[in-house]
């Protein structure tokens, strides 16, 4: 017997790709092409070692994992542990239902002998007992199936809601322009308190390359008021950049204590959502040193009444 293990390589390669760009459109992701193809081929590597003798080890269900894991972390990234898990989850449902369906169309076009050839009957009446085990099995899987799928779909739903609220926000500070995503938040009602300024949340990883690394420790660990006190004094050790655009902004943490949000005057924001733009020069940006969204799906939280100029 002849294998041309090339043309294996490229045909399992041809159907994980295929397979994982379903997962990524199911999901909702944006698609990296090199990284969906690095995927791929990991995937068709794996079916190439099963040519391999030396490495008939690998062929257990830990492996086979493994390699799955690999994939999907290649292929999407790891945001986070809930997001990849659903990824995951995704891919494996797909791959459930493409595999049914190839069996599905194989037993719907076989005649009655290519299927008496295929099955095994034993003296012990071990088929009849096969078929009840295969129905039972097979029912649970499907009502178990429908529930995983039930629940993938409800938050690819819930994610394409969410995403009905997104806006692409553009930032000019000076001679820095920064871009991200922003998610209109219509229960944000924080202003500063003085000039009644209302207030955009933006992670601080999004200026980072203009921000020391002082600062940076200083705004995640939320000690922003002690550096902006020791601004112009002794204790100064490493200037801001926009040291002369600084605000700092009071709110109320969830333990309902008052805390400081180090903020930014730029020269003007721009909001597009749904092909109008909304352009507004009296707004602050608070530097928030954490994740707004656990799948980073967006990095700036949009006050309301800038999408109302």
């Not at 995937?43 to 690999?70: D, E, H, N, R």
């Amino acid at each position: 017997m002849i294998v041309y293990v090339d043309l294996i390589f490229l045909m399992n390669l041809v159907i994980d790709g295929l397979l994982l760009y379903t997962t990524a459109r199911m999901r909702k992701i944006p698609i990296v092409w090199w990284r969906l193809v690095i995927g791929a081929g990991i995937g068709a590597m794996y079916v190439v070692f099963m040519f391999v003798p030396a490495l008939s080890f690998m062929f257990t269900f830990v492996v086979k994992l493994c390699f799955a894991l690999i994939m999907i972390v290649i292929s999407f990234g790891f945001a986070s542990l809930q997001h990849y898990l659903r990824n995951l989850g995704a891919f494996y449902l797909i791959n459930f239902v493409a595999a049914g369906g190839i069996l599905g169309i194989h037993y719907l076009w076989a005649n009655s002998n290519e299927v008496l050839n295929g099955m095994v009957i034993s003296q012990s009446g071990g088929l009849t007992h096969e078929l009840q085990f295969g129905v039972t099995f097979i029912a649970i899987a499907l009502i178990a199936v429908i529930g995983f799928y039930k629940k993938v779909f409800q938050s690819a739903r819930q994610r394409e809601e969410l995403t009905s609220f997104f806006a692409q926000v553009h930032i000019e500070i000076g001679a820095v322009q920064l871009h991200c995503t922003g998610l209109i938040d219509t229960g944000n009602q924080l202003y500063d308190p003085l000039t009644r300024t209302p207030v955009m949340v933006l992670e601080v990883s999004q200026c980072q390359d203009y921000i020391s690394e002082s600062w940076m420790r200083k705004i995640r660990d939320a000690e922003v008021d002690q550096m902006i006190a020791a601004i112009g004094t002794d204790d100064e050790t490493d200037p801001f950049i926009w040291q002369d655009r600084l605000r700092l902004v009071p709110y109320r943490g969830i333990n309902k204590s008052t805390q400081f949000m180090l903020a930014i005057k730029p020269d003007r924001v721009i909001i597009s959502y749904q092909d109008k733009q909304n352009e507004s020069h009296k707004v602050l940006i608070g530097l928030d040193g954490g994740k707004l969204s656990s799948d980073n799906s967006y990095q700036a939280i949009i006050h309301p009444m800038l999408m109302q100029r």
